[in-house]
């Protein structure tokens, strides 16, 4: 979803050259230094990820070979050879007991194997690539891939799905385009370390499906309020993991958007077309 975004939006002066995991194993040292060597490139924005929240659970050993592993033999890659890194990391580092937005340096304390798969992949970007710029997001959502919130709901709702959605899970939604924009500004710049970027302000998953049924045209629709609990799902979520940030205002970056426009954005957006990645 990100990488597809990033391919789209890529500047008149840049030259994406994207790699999709059926030409790249970001979890094999050999493949990794393989495509850098093949493609030597002037930056890496490294968007891959096991996502699979629950699935991660049940394969912690998958888990942090492409969470933990992939973004250590990247980082010692481009290191090695002067390259700009930019890794994708997550909200799910944060244990969700703050009531106010996690900013970089609050301590991690991840509930979730994927959360501590994330969290590793943070520390060896760090050991082994000390000027590459690490961009926590959260709650993504866009126009290409599958599994984005935003299509799921909708997705449910055309195909008659009964729709049972959290109200104690708060956090960030977060337009891929607008980060894939966020991450072409930060590029190019000296920043280092942890970067918070996300659409401002802050939902609960159910407000947040409210507002993608009433922004699509299915006001009427019902949706009944869960708590997490009711799911019974294998991963344990942060209950809060709204991101702000300390760097933001001696940056260059500008603020995101607030979610609710970003929303607007992608439910009146055209087909996004091209490849996706």
Known sequence: MLGSALYRLA??????DPVGHYELD????ASVRAAITEREPDAVIHCAAWTAVDACEKDVERAFRVNADGPKFLARETAKRGIRLVHIS???VFDGVK????VESDAT??????????????????????GALIVRTSWTFGREGDGDFVRSILSAVRNGTKL?????????PTYVDDLAEAIYALLPTEETGVFHVANTGETDRYHFARAVLDGSGYPNVPIDAIKAAELKLPAPRPAYSTLGSERLP??????????????HARLTAGPAGGREY
């Open 11 to 16: 500047p008149a002066h840049v030259s994406p």
């Open 109 to 130: 304390d991840p509930l979730s194997v994927y959360g501590r798969s994330k969290q590793a992949g943070e520390e060896n970007v760090i050991r082994s690539h000390p």
């Open 99 to 102: 009531r106010t937005p996690y």
């Open 164 to 172: 049972r959605v959290v109200t104690d899970q708060v956090g960030s």
């Open 250 to 263: 001696i940056s260059s970056l500008a603020a995101l958007r607030d979610w609710r426009s970003a929303l």
């Open 26 to 29: 970001v979890a094999s040292e």
């Open 90 to 92: 997550t909200d799910f």
